[in-house]
């Protein structure tokens, strides 16, 4: 691995996040990272966090047209109360602080604990949880369903609302709907590997994927031998839309694992398109690359969001954070 020791990985990491956003203020002792012109004045903040390890996710999202804050816990770790109570702290411009929350217990429960610190000091909290993940019903992480792709939806979406000056209710409520949504499953070509451990955090033969991986390699639905391109686009579309059947255009996410190179997943996306036309799919929007990764983990995730006017023109307002732009 490319890192000097496991400790500090999550540490060094901030410290080069620094280097290369400087419009970003990061705080690598008490893992926070915020917008240099926060608090906005007028405007919803957004803050959000999880574990390390799904680079650019969360801190990569963070700036103009999508989140004010992200809090970055150890790999694979929630961040705790204290790192988001101080980053609604630092944002709250007293129009008040949206928390996203994926659906891991860990995050659920701490971020929860946060919103009683922040409510305690008179910031006014509203939450959306996210849980798009149609693989499986419970994991070794949630109860219910696992928060994956959406994340992005919800948080860039959510982010242009914010930006325009729309209450903290109605951020709420265009948050919940982009949840409502979205949709997704993920395959795994490969185990990740953590720093600390070193080694595969799961088994994984050779030649053989696994169908409904987590984020953090937690199973999925079955195992099969290696499937094309082609096939695995099958099975990940139609499982999607079997648990929300089409009714209009949608937003494709074709997101990489962390270790599937452009080349792979520009091919896959051919064939997610090709399962949505045959589908009386439309297509309004599409974004390929690595967005919501698991370490080194080889593989991709299909994520679907039913879009209608209005999302569609939050999702193309303008953004500028180090891991999505454009228009500005």
């Not at 991709?300 to 954070?321: F, G, Y």
Request: net charge negative; with cysteine.
């Amino acid at each position: 691995m490319l890192i000097n020791v496991p400790e500090t990985v999550v540490a060094d990491a901030l410290r080069g996040l620094a280097a290369a956003h400087p419009d970003l203020n990061v705080d690598v002792e008490n893992r926070v990272i915020v917008r240099r012109d926060a608090p906005v004045t007028g405007q919803v903040a957004l803050v959000s966090g999880g574990g390390s390890g799904h680079e650019p996710l969360h801190g990569g999202f963070v700036g103009p047209g999508m989140l004010t804050a992200a809090c970055p816990g150890e790999v694979f770790t929630s961040p705790v109360p204290d790192q988001m109570a101080r980053a609604a702290a630092a944002v709250d411009s007293g129009a008040g602080v949206l928390f996203i929350v994926k659906n891991y217990t860990g995050d659920v429960l701490n971020f929860d604990m946060a919103a009683e610190l922040a409510e305690d000091e008179g910031i006014q909290i509203a939450k959306v949880l996210v849980d798009d993940d149609v693989a499986v019903t419970d994991s070794l992480y949630t109860a219910g369903r696992r928060g994956t792709g959406a994340t992005l939806f919800v948080e860039k979406i959510a982010g242009a609302a914010a930006a325009e000056g729309q209450s903290l209710e109605r951020v709420e409520s265009i948050g919940r709907q982009v949840n409502e949504s979205s949709r997704s499953f993920g395959v795994a070509l490969s185990a990740c590997t953590t720093p600390a451990k070193g080694s595969p955090t799961f088994d994984l033969p050779e030649g053989e994927l696994e169908l409904g991986v987590g984020i953090h390699g937690e199973p999925g639905r079955e195992r099969r031998p290696m499937m094309t391109s082609g096939e695995i686009a099958d099975f990940a579309v139609n499982a999607v839309l079997e648990d929300m059947p089409p009714r209009g255009p949608v937003l494709a996410l074709v997101n990489g694992m962390g270790a599937t190179p452009l080349l792979e997943l520009y091919g896959f996306n051919a064939e997610v398109h090709r399962v949505l036309r045959e589908r009386g799919v439309p297509v309004a929007r599409t974004l390929v690359g690595n967005y919501v990764t698991s370490l080194d983990m080889a593989g991709a995730s299909v994520t679907l969001c039913q879009v209608d006017e209005e999302l569609l023109r939050l999702w193309d307002a303008p953004v500028k954070t180090p891991a999505l732009r454009w228009g500005m």
